[in-house]
């Protein structure tokens, strides 16, 4: 499998002449969603989900569906009927190739007058790679690849720590971290890499690694 980090919680994953593309929202790359065959978004805000990006990649690829909560589904399924899906915690499914299991219900709180919204997370191909959207939700099944909101108005590093000390994956990958500045970065690169118990790392947008 090949993972591609795209610009801020957006990933790219390619395996047997397929992609699949999680988030890609309106502080990523306006191509994110080109050439995919499949799209998983785990909520509606609009650094996850950006209805252009969506409609673009769904027009470059016929054949391409959306998998999603029902907060977005709604907003797109009329533009593309049958080919978005709403699905929640619990459900399973098969997308260009990508087996992937649905975990969690809400958003994390980022503040108790704020009302939350609703949030999933996927877990793909028996635990190769876990994408929680914005929630520290625990799949409580073994993940190799821990896809890391390293930094949001609703974490803060010690819980960020915290939680890949319970997810105990093999490794953590950076997302969720447009609004982290370069000078910050060495500090969460340490203290993550030395107290979150597994390998850490970074990959800046577009660079890739294999799985």
Same mark, same amino acid.
């Given at each position: ?9 957006? !990933? &790219? ?10 988030? @890609? ?33 769904? +027009?470059?690829? @016929? $054949? $391409? ?6 907060? !977005?589904?709604?907003?797109?399924? /009329? /533009?593309?009927?049958? %080919? !978005? ?50 929630? =520290?939700?625990? @799949?409580? %099944? @073994?993940?190799?690849?821990?896809? =890391? ?15 890949? &000390? +319970?997810?105990?994956?093999? &490794? ?5 971290? /447009?609004?982290?500045?370069?000078? /910050? &970065? ?14 850490? %790392? ?10």
């Amino acid at each position: 499998m090949k993972l591609t980090k795209k610009a801020h919680a957006c !990933v &790219r994953l390619e395996k047997d002449g397929q992609t699949l593309v999680i988030d @890609p929202g309106g502080f990523t790359e306006q191509d994110a969603a080109l050439g995919a065959d499949a799209i998983l978004v785990t909520h509606e805000h609009p650094d996850h989900f950006d209805g252009a990006q969506l409609r673009a990649g769904m +027009e470059a690829n @016929p $054949a $391409a569906e959306i998998w999603t909560l029902r907060s !977005v589904a709604e907003q797109l399924s /009329a /533009a593309f009927p049958g %080919r !978005v899906h709403t699905v929640g915690d619990g459900d399973t499914l098969t997308a260009a190739g990508f087996d992937v299991e649905v975990h969690g219900e809400l958003h994390a709180v980022i503040h108790p007058d704020i009302p939350r919204v609703t949030n999933i997370g996927f877990l793909i191909d028996d635990g190769a790679v876990f994408h929680p959207g914005d929630a =520290l939700t625990v @799949p409580g %099944r @073994p993940v190799e690849t821990l896809f =890391l909101p390293v930094h949001a108005p609703w974490n803060k590093i010690s819980e960020v720590i915290d939680y890949v &000390r +319970e997810v105990k994956p093999r &490794r953590a990958i950076d997302i969720h971290d /447009a609004l982290l500045t370069p000078i /910050a &970065r060495p500090i969460y690169d340490r203290q993550i890499g030395a107290l979150g118990g597994t390998d850490h %790392r970074r990959l800046t947008p577009g660079a890739y690694t294999e799985l």
